[in-house]
């Protein structure tokens, strides 16, 4: 007769690894949590000119394309935690910045432009500021806490660290915000006209199909 096997629940065998402090836990979820990308502080989105870096647009159309690529980005970065983007040899976009004061002179511009320089001190003044990106231009610049990653502002064109292969334009030009730059109503509008005369073209050449159809399928049935 074989014996039942009694399930120790006083002191269980396989234990969940215990974590005794903040700092354990904030390395805990570094090492082995998915990254989560943060846009909600006031500056993420908000542009500026400066000598380090231009984030402005060219206008609202650009903005959709570029947004397109911020979300397709932070999709793909999402499935990896920081240990591995920023501390592994995979991705040569995720790293520390080596010219934090750069940032920190772009970060102290974009609070004044907000009237909210107290708020710079107390979040970023004397943090170590990183990058995220992968493909294609667009950089995300921000602080990292636990397995969060602050975006603190965004560079569009690979200007803050220059790159020639990114920098053909003269965005010294552009001057659409997302944050504080108006719509061209205009310009929607008429975009909005253009597709709406195009989707009622191809709503007429499928009506059109979907008759022939019916004629061709009830004149084989006839035959029949």
Known sequence: MTKKKVINLENPTNKIPQIDTKDSLSNYLYNNMNVVIDFSYDTAFLSCHTTDMDN????EFEFINKFREI??????????????????????HCHKVSWSPKAQDIL?????????TEEYEQVFEGEEFFQLGLLGAVRFYGIIKANIFYVAFIDYYHSFDYDERYNERNTKQYSFCPMTSELSTTKVNKNLKEENSRLKNENEKLQKQLKDTETAFQELCNEK
Do not use: A
């Open 71 to 92: 979300v397709s980005n932070v999709q793909k970065l999402s499935e990896k935690t920081l240990q591995t983007l920023i501390n592994g040899k995979e991705y040569r």
């Open 108 to 116: 102290k511009k974009l609070h004044r432009e907000l009237e909210r």
């Open 56 to 59: 402005y647009l060219k206008d």
